[in-house]
């Protein structure tokens, strides 16, 4: 009897520090904080122009080198004019967040077909031209006025 509540303990045991350590490798990967501050204009109407602006965080305790950004646009968004797809951050200190993180803005034309309702941008990022990161899909609002 004694024997089978030590075995039940140890796999209890057991089951914790492998449940933390999954946990722990999960947020590891979450190096950046990435927020859509705002849009202008709110909302948007189909067939004009849209600037997005995102802060981008270092949440780490070592510094980020060599950090790009991208956003994906999909229908109905597309890059306005000359805009840059891919955006050059350099350096993320660490513990760059709040009003030290990075701000970045993208112009983006919005299809004059484009149905009323909430669209998603995709953002993703990179270090030293490692592989891309999706650090999350951020809603536009698109209305008639």
């Known amino acids: 009897m004694k024997k089978n509540i030590i075995l039940c303990l140890v796999l209890i045991m057991c ?3 492998s449940y933390a350590a999954v ?4 947020n590891d990967t979450e190096k950046f904080l990435v927020t859509m501050i705002n849009q202008e204009p709110d909302p948007v109407s ?5 600037e997005v602006r995102f802060r981008i965080e270092n ?3 070592k510094p980020e080198n060599n950090v790009e950004v991208k956003i994906e646009p999909k229908y109905p ?3 306005y004019g000359s805009e840059e ?10 513990g760059q967040t709040g009003d030290t993180g990075v701000r970045v803005k993208y112009t983006l034309s919005v ?3 484009a149905t009323e309702g909430n669209n998603d941008l995709e953002f993703w ?3 030293n031209e490692g592989g891309w990161q999706k650090a999350g899909d951020f809603t536009v609002d698109i209305r008639n006025r």
Do not use: H
């Not at 946990?23 to 999960?26: K, L």
């Not at 189909?46 to 849209?50: A, D, E, S």
């Open 46 to 50: 189909p067939g004009n122009l849209l």
């Open 85 to 94: 797809k891919i955006k050059q951050i350099g350096t993320l200190a660490a």
């Open 77 to 79: 968004f597309a890059l």
């Open 23 to 26: 946990f722990e490798i999960e």
């Open 59 to 61: 949440k780490q305790t």
């Open 125 to 127: 990022y990179r270090i």
């Open 111 to 113: 299809d004059k077909d």
């Open 15 to 17: 089951t914790v520090v």
